[in-house]
């Protein structure tokens, strides 16, 4: 049968209960309680499966694993043939292409071969297709108060409580014929560190059963809040406070070989965030074709609970120094409405603070990391991002005749890092962080993509009741995410950790550009 290796399943269920209550005419409580279960899991295959090997002397060693499947596995592409400039291996990259062009897809039937092959004694599988699970149970209720003081004052308040229990794991779906899976790490120095659960050393795993991580996550939230709403004939007016609280806490049920005891197995240490949130902001009529608007608003807000662990399937390690971001906005406009003319122009201003990232990726040429290969399979941390976003929005719609319309859209913004953030790595590989302090980040753009837009169109309405429109739009200056690391004292320092002695300062300018996409143009046309 025709096979994908990436397949998402969700399967979670919502009960929902809501009650209305009228206390009076000038007062209404409603309240919902929730519950959400189910799972979702995301497919993939694994091809680390080994087998452990005595040498007489019982010193067992852990040996196998296969090639990564995958066709645009970067190893089996035509690039990799050409990345070296002096020596370009034309005919294998010319094979390479081929090959792919050919065979493009996953071969399911070599990784069924390789599994029967793997050896007549042993037929634990070499590739497994399992997925990335987490069954979730979240309880909320969540009641809102609505009093009218007078026919122009309203109080509208409320409170939420959410509380969210979720085992995450790996759960193996298929052997692809194998009768077997060996749950441990290849990439381990020592059989020690490979094991995935030292409370369960070398299990074989079978087909629906969990293996590799296995957590679970508790959160809480609660957020109290209360809007006070003015309305005049020619002002609309709010005033909002809202209250945050937040907690997180990480319960390894696997003792990973890593990270022995409580480092990876039982409860971590329970993370908390206080929030405060204000907001503010009026919409005056100066006549019914002319009105202005403002908004102003600052926010405190917890981090996801993904970004407050390090190494969350592993590892109960916290992120170090772990705020709350902070959030900054402003938006100003004016709007026009007339019989031939409708027309709106927006400003904005957005300042993000003290943002967490982490990511997840293999590293090469690593400073510092004591070991020949420089090396690792690493999460980057990257703490105390500032982000500045500004811009001005502008739309225009005009009656051409009574059956066409013109509008036109524009877009014009500007999303920059405007502070230097930190890095530090964490990984298997070795003890504790590796800390590459301030990253260059300050005036590099945003990777959020493009920065100006623009679109032109036309729609007409039949009398018939048939109606297209066609629509050109322009995008530009949309920006590649830049490598943190390359942007740290790694970039310019070798491998023994001295600055490299012939480091070029204008070639070092080059390659740190931040590389920008050509513009691209968009035509849609739409009709009903």
């Not at 499947?69 to 292409?97: C, H, M, V, W």
């Not at 659960?197 to 809040?225: H, M, S, T």
């Amino acid at each position: 049968e025709i096979r994908n290796a990436r397949m998402r399943e969700i399967r979670e269920p919502i009960f929902q209960l809501s009650h209305y209550y009228t206390v009076s005419n000038k007062i209404d409580l409603q309240t919902t309680i929730s519950y959400q279960f189910g799972k979702i899991g995301n497919s993939r295959l694994d091809y680390g499966g080994a087998k452990i090997v005595n040498d007489g002397e019982n010193n067992p060693t852990i040996i196998g694993g296969g090639v990564n499947p995958d066709p645009t596995y970067y190893q089996k592409l035509p690039s990799y043939f050409l990345r070296n400039i002096d020596y370009p291996d034309y005919a294998g990259a010319y094979l390479a292409e081929q090959e792919f062009l050919q065979n493009g897809q996953i071969n399911w039937e070599d990784l069924y071969a390789a599994n029967q092959n793997n050896s007549q004694d042993n037929k634990h599988s070499v590739y497994a297709l399992y997925e990335d699970r987490n069954d979730d149970h979240q309880l909320s209720v969540n009641s809102n108060l609505t009093i009218s003081f007078t026919e122009n004052l309203k109080l509208n308040s409320g409170i939420l409580y959410r509380n969210l229990k979720s085992e995450n794991f790996a759960y193996m779906l298929d052997l692809l014929g194998g009768d077997g899976f060996l749950d441990v790490d290849i990439y381990a120095d020592n059989i020690h560190d490979a094991q995935n659960d030292l409370q369960n050393p070398n299990r074989i795993v079978k087909q629906d059963e969990k293996f590799k991580y296995n957590y679970k996550l508790q959160a809480n939230d609660f957020i109290g809040f209360a809007t006070l709403h003015h309305q005049t004939k020619r002002m609309d007016a709010y005033l909002g406070v809202s209250f945050h609280q937040t907690n997180y806490q990480r319960e390894g049920i696997y003792e990973n070989g890593y990270y022995p005891g409580n480092e990876s197995l039982g409860k971590s240490k329970t993370l908390s965030f206080q929030d405060f949130s204000y907001k503010s902001g009026a919409s005056y009529k100066l006549s019914g074709r002319h009105i202005f608007n403002a908004n102003i608003a600052y926010s405190n807000q917890a981090p996801s609970i993904q970004n407050s662990f390090s190494n969350i399937r592993e590892s109960n390690a916290i992120v170090q120094g772990l705020p709350s971001e902070k959030l900054f906005s402003a938006d100003f406009g004016y709007v026009l409405r007339h019989p031939k003319l409708n027309a709106k122009i927006a400003t904005y201003w957005i300042d993000i603070k003290d943002k967490t990232e982490i990511s997840f990726y293999f590293a090469d040429g690593l400073v510092g990391l004591g070991n020949a290969e420089n090396t690792a399979f690493v999460q980057e941390v990257l703490s105390g991002i500032n982000q500045r976003h500004i811009g001005l929005e502008f739309a225009l719609e005009a009656p051409i005749l009574p059956s066409l319309k013109f509008k036109s859209v524009a877009a014009i913004g500007q999303a920059v890092y405007n502070k230097n953030p930190n890095l530090y790595l964490t990984s298997d590989a070795f003890k504790g962080i590796l800390d590459y302090g301030k990253v260059s980040f300050k005036n590099y753009f945003v990777a959020s993509g493009p920065q100006q837009a623009y679109s032109v169109g036309f729609e007409y309405n039949s009398p018939q009741y048939w109606w297209l429109g066609i629509t050109g739009n322009y995008f530009n200056n949309a920006f590649v995410d830049i490598a943190p690391i390359t942007r740290t004292k790694n970039f310019y320092l070798d491998n023994d950790g001295m600055p490299i002695t012939d480091y070029d300062e204008s070639i070092a300018r080059e390659l740190l550009l931040q590389e920008k996409f050509k513009p691209y143009y968009l035509i849609n046309l739409v009709g009903g």
